[in-house]
């Protein structure tokens, strides 16, 4: 199924042609199965047994998001366990990790925009049959909508990561869950939890998680911490 080849080197000249040739690559949402500029954003390697939590009892809404890497290191269990949330058409509800954490003041806004490290832009939606294609953030547009006023649900997601220096960490990010007109309803930060609590081994829920050849991320984050110029540079193009 993959289009770019899964060799470094392979991703390395696309990287090289793309920089140097000035190429912007499209905005994904073609049959590819990649995520963005950057390649595949499939992670690999989380540290086993970490723990961060997005603790949403001090918003407008209750409860809270835990994000738990098993001792496979493959991919990230998400459990969504929230409530609270309005009747009346406000929702279904979207969420997102977003760039930045919330300001003190707890302004949603402050948060930025979607964590998208692969840059695939938000143009195309979503396509849940293809979360390799969507944003990395864009946990509601891979897993689904909060439909209703309690919500509870786990999955894995083999593209955020709890490995910090990579560019699809999540744990220094935040929690924005959205109305349905799209208007930041409450935020939280992710924080690591501290808390007692038995990470259970990622049973694939959402089909086979494994590491495959080279992989976008580790270039990204490599791209990201020397090159913020080169990085920051190739991005501005493609805005
Ligand atoms: C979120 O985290 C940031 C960075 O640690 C901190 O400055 C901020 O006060 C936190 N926001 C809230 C609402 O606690
Ligand atoms: C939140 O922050 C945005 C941008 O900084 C600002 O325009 C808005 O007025 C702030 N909202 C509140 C309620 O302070
Ligand atoms: C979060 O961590 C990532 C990876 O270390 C880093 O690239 C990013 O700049 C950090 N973001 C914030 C808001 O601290
Ligand atoms: C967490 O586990 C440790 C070690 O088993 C134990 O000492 C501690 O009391 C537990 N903390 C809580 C809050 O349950
Ligand atoms: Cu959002």
Same mark, same amino acid.
Not at 92 to 108: E, I, L, R, W
Not at 162 to 183: A, E, M, P, W, Y
């Given at each position: 199924?993959?289009?770019?080849?899964?060799?470094?080197?392979?991703? /390395?000249?696309?990287?090289?042609? $793309? *920089?140097?040739?000035?190429?912007?690559?499209?905005?994904?949402?073609?049959?590819?199965? !990649? &995520?963005?500029?950057?390649?595949?954003?499939?992670?690999?390697?989380?540290?086993?047994?970490?723990?961060?939590? /997005?603790?949403?009892?001090?918003?407008?809404?209750? #409860?809270?998001?835990?994000?738990?890497? =098993?001792?496979?290191?493959?991919?990230?269990?998400?459990?969504?366990? *929230? =409530?609270?949330?309005?009747?009346?058409?406000?929702?279904?509800?979207?969420?997102?990790?977003?760039?930045?954490?919330?300001?003190?003041?707890?302004?949603? !806004?402050? $948060?930025?925009?979607?964590?998208?490290?692969?840059?695939?832009?938000?143009?195309?939606?979503?396509?849940?049959?293809?979360?390799?294609?969507?944003?990395?953030?864009?946990?509601?547009?891979?897993?689904?909508?909060?439909?209703?006023? =309690?919500?509870?649900? =786990?999955?894995?997601?083999?593209?955020?990561?709890? !490995?910090?220096?990579?560019?699809?960490?999540?744990?220094?990010?935040?929690?924005?869950?959205?109305?349905?007109?799209?208007?930041?309803?409450?935020?939280?930060?992710? &924080?690591?939890?501290?808390?007692?609590?038995?990470?259970?081994?990622?049973?694939? !829920?959402?089909?086979?998680?494994?590491?495959?050849?080279?992989?976008?991320?580790?270039?990204?984050?490599?791209?990201? #911490?020397?090159?913020?110029?080169?990085?920051?540079?190739?991005?501005?193009?493609?805005?």
């Amino acid at each position: 199924m993959q289009i770019i080849s899964t060799s470094s080197a392979a991703l /390395a000249a696309l990287f090289f042609s $793309t *920089l140097v040739l000035g190429q912007t690559a499209p905005e994904t949402g073609k049959p590819e199965d !990649t &995520t963005g500029a950057r390649g595949d954003a499939k992670t690999f390697d989380n540290p086993a047994g970490a723990v961060y939590w /997005a603790d949403f009892s001090k918003t407008a809404v209750s #409860g809270s998001i835990k994000f738990m890497s =098993s001792s496979d290191k493959d991919g990230v269990r998400v459990e969504v366990d *929230l =409530s609270k949330f309005p009747g009346g058409g406000v929702g279904p509800f979207g969420y997102h990790v977003h760039d930045a954490p919330v300001p003190t003041d707890g302004n949603c !806004t402050g $948060t930025l925009a979607h964590l998208d490290p692969f840059v695939r832009g938000q143009k195309v939606v979503c396509d849940p049959k293809r979360p390799q294609s969507c944003e990395v953030g864009d946990l509601a547009g891979k897993y689904g909508k909060i439909p209703d006023s =309690s919500y509870v649900k =786990s999955y894995v997601d083999p593209y955020i990561t709890l !490995t910090q220096g990579v560019g699809s960490f999540i744990g220094n990010r935040s929690i924005v869950i959205h109305t349905l007109d799209t208007k930041r309803y409450a935020c939280a930060n992710i &924080t690591m939890y501290s808390g007692n609590v038995t990470v259970p081994k990622n049973e694939t !829920t959402n089909g086979p998680i494994k590491f495959e050849g080279s992989d976008g991320n580790r270039l990204a984050s490599t791209l990201w #911490g020397c090159g913020v110029g080169v990085a920051v540079g190739l991005r501005m193009l493609m805005v």
